[in-house]
């Protein structure tokens, strides 16, 4: 039997390449507010400590993209100026901005990992494993975000609300391009 596309595999291949985008992409909007806040304030102390997380899950995601062999978005050199921009911006607005950045994002994340684990079920243990275990701290992060005054942020409804928006594309986009 020939693989065709729609096959099983094209799908695992398409969430290990936009976990991979993703995880990339929350790298870069904390190295942009950790430019713009430094790191001597505590808001950007509590940014570091999840940008090291990140940087974990995005280690992993790498490490499986090689081992799998699947392709890496050809959009990563625009997520790294995108992200760095919008971690940049946020900061720059203050850290109740940079924290609603993170609540959006999160929210997001939560959902997408969520979809997958359902749609893996049991058919990728190694997946499965690392999605629900990311997804935990992604949460933690959001709880974070929200307890360090994310809501507070002028404009939180829109400003989540583009940002939002702007991660359900970037994961469109990721899976296919």
């Known amino acids: 039997m020939s ?3 729609g096959d099983r595999r094209e799908g695992m291949a398409a969430m290990v390449r936009v976990d991979q985008a ?8 904390y190295a942009g507010q950790l430019a713009v806040m430094g790191d001597r304030t505590p808001a950007a102390r509590t940014i570091n400590g999840m940008a090291n997380q990140e940087e974990r899950h995005r280690a ?20 790294n100026v995108a992200g760095f921009a919008l971690g940049a911006a946020t900061a720059a607005m203050g850290p109740a901005a940079a ?13 997408h990992y969520k979809r997958q684990l359902e749609e893996l079920g049991e058919s990728d243990p190694e997946l499965s ?6 997804r935990d701290e992604e949460l933690e992060h959001l709880d974070t975000a929200i307890a360090s005054g994310a809501e507070t942020a002028l404009g939180y409804p829109m400003l989540s ?8 594309a970037a994961i469109a986009l990721s899976k296919r391009i």
Request: aromatic share 12%; hydrophobic share 45%; proline share 5%.
């Open 3 to 5: 693989w065709k596309p």
């Open 22 to 29: 993703g995880e990339y992409g929350a790298t870069r909007i």
């Open 60 to 79: 992993f995601f790498d490490a499986m993209i090689a081992r799998r062999g699947v392709r890496p978005t050809a959009l990563q050199p625009f997520w």
């Open 99 to 111: 924290m609603a950045c993170t609540a959006a994002v999160e929210t997001e994340i939560d959902r």
């Open 129 to 134: 494993a690392a999605v629900s275990q990311f």
């Open 161 to 168: 609300g583009l940002i939002r928006m702007g991660c359900r």
